[in-house]
């Protein structure tokens, strides 16, 4: 083969060279580019799927502590309508991120969001609901719907003298709230020990989360 040639063919090899070199670069670029999406993408739903569980949580314990501290004092007492004062805690409104939990429509579990989005809804009737209850508890007792009367020795509460006409509307705010508190429990609690099974069979690496099934039954009186 003459010099030329060999220059020539030279050249071509080169010329391959630099082609993929150049193609396994952009490549590899491409890849690692890829993969670091798609960790940052799921990374991105784990944290969301534990707020959303931790908002859950926290709106849970409020209930839980407006049903155990204020409701249930009273809860088999038939004056309860006018035995409930009115209820300074604040409370949020609901908060959950629903845009954020594309990864339950992803992984077909359409059931479980929609669960999500049944128990803020019932959160924030609870919301509602206090302060209606307590619009009525405050007026009803200063227009005379209700009147106390001596005190029962037996019960410790004073006798209500109840004008049936004006207050039949707080007997029904009241037979709601209690409604929608204890309803409000229970499906918190179903819907987070879900969501923590859910996020557990999804990330079974991430041993740091900071709250397990266990705990959650421990707060709601599951474990025996």
């Not at 690692?32 to 784990?46: I, M």
């Not at 004056?79 to 409104?93: D, N």
């Not at 001596?150 to 007997?171: C, F, Q, R, Y």
Request: aromatic content about 10%.
């Amino acid at each position: 083969m003459s010099a030329n040639g060999s220059s020539i063919c030279t050249w071509i090899f080169q010329l391959l060279v630099a082609a993929f070199g150049a193609f396994f670069g952009a490549w590899a670029v491409f890849r690692f580019e890829n993969v670091r999406q798609k960790r940052e993408e799921r990374k991105r739903r784990y944290v969301a799927l534990v707020q959303a569980t931790l908002i859950l949580f926290d709106e849970f314990n409020t209930l839980l502590n407006i049903q155990r501290t204020y409701l249930d004092p009273v809860r088999d007492n038939e004056q309860r309508f006018a035995l409930l004062v009115p209820l300074t805690t604040g409370l949020a409104k609901a908060r959950v991120d629903y845009t954020s939990l594309d990864c339950l429509v992803d992984e077909e579990r359409v059931d479980l969001w929609q669960r999500v989005s049944l128990v803020e809804q019932g959160y924030e009737t609870v919301v509602m609901g206090m302060d209606v209850l307590n619009e009525h508890i405050q007026r009803d007792r200063i227009d005379g719907a209700l009147v106390r009367g001596p005190v029962n020795m037996k019960t410790g509460h004073a006798e209500v003298l109840l004008d049936p006409g004006k207050a039949a509307i707080l007997i029904s705010i009241v037979d709601g709230f209690y409604d929608s508190v204890d309803r409000g429990v229970a499906d918190q609690k179903d819907v987070i020990v879900e969501m923590i099974a859910f996020i557990k069979t999804l990330y079974p690496e991430k041993k740091e989360m900071k709250f397990t099934i266990e705990d959650v039954q421990e707060v709601v009186g599951l474990k025996n």
